[in-house]
């Protein structure tokens, strides 16, 4: 009843998971990473103890393959389980024990593992796999595009109830305090993948650092028109002189705030123009 791809970007120095199940919060229990080693998707009777253990074994320099074989040697219920591994380096690998509910198999690229069971066929999984190397892009839109690509292919038999979406990579975290770059969560929707995708690009707006090639000098014009649109939101109470001044810049600066789009201020009189964008929908 899951289905799920695990995959590594290393050029981007990343390795992450998506996942979606007709199962409470998947996110609780599929997906295991590493930042620099690598991740994990345990699924089927899940045997969480595969994540912490796996990537402990992926760390002290094991293969995918030498994982895996030895997480399966010592668990008596293999038969039942389904994994799938990627590392930093090495070829991935997947398993599906020959208990689980069919349809059930995975299939393994260069850089990831796609796996499922209890699906529709095994259309889900090709999907998945063709859809993952023909997308271009970071790789969380990757996993997703992927994800989408196996639910429209036929996805779990039983229907969707819960998707995650789990991408790591050394200081990503908010704050660079830790691994996690992306950490999403749908535990309970009708079509929890559309709202996964929903939340990215929010994720996005809120998290993701400016693109250099975003930002805009703020001119006279551009002056005008923020005076104008920070006057419709509440934030300016000044006269439209297109000057970018301190009263026009305190103004953006507390609209920037509320709207939890800190990481993309900038000092100076340029502007992030995923922030000018916003801020015209939000004076509308």
Known sequence: MTFSIVAR?????????????KFLAVGAVVPWAKANVGAIATQSWANTSYGPHGLTLLENSDTPQEVLTRLLEADEERASRQVGIVGMSGTPVTFTGEQCYPWAGG?????????????????????????????????????????????AAGGDSRGQQSAALLVVKENGGYGGFNDRFIDLRVDDHPTPIAELQRILQLHKLYLFPTNPKDILPIDSERASELQALLSATGDYQGTKSGVYDDATRDALRAFSG??????????????????????RQKAL
């Open 9 to 21: 970007d290393v050029q981007a120095g990343e390795v992450g998971i998506a996942v979606q199940s």
């Open 107 to 151: 299939q393994v690229g260069e850089h990831y593992a796609c796996q499922g069971n209890i699906l529709v066929g095994r259309e889900t999984v090709e999907a998945m796999a063709r859809t993952f190397e023909t997308t271009a892009g970071p790789l969380c839109d990757r996993l997703l595009a992927a994800l989408a690509a196996g639910q």
């Open 258 to 279: 509320r709207e939890n789009l800190e990481e993309r201020w900038i000092e100076d009189a340029r502007i992030d123009r995923i922030v000018l964008e916003y801020l």
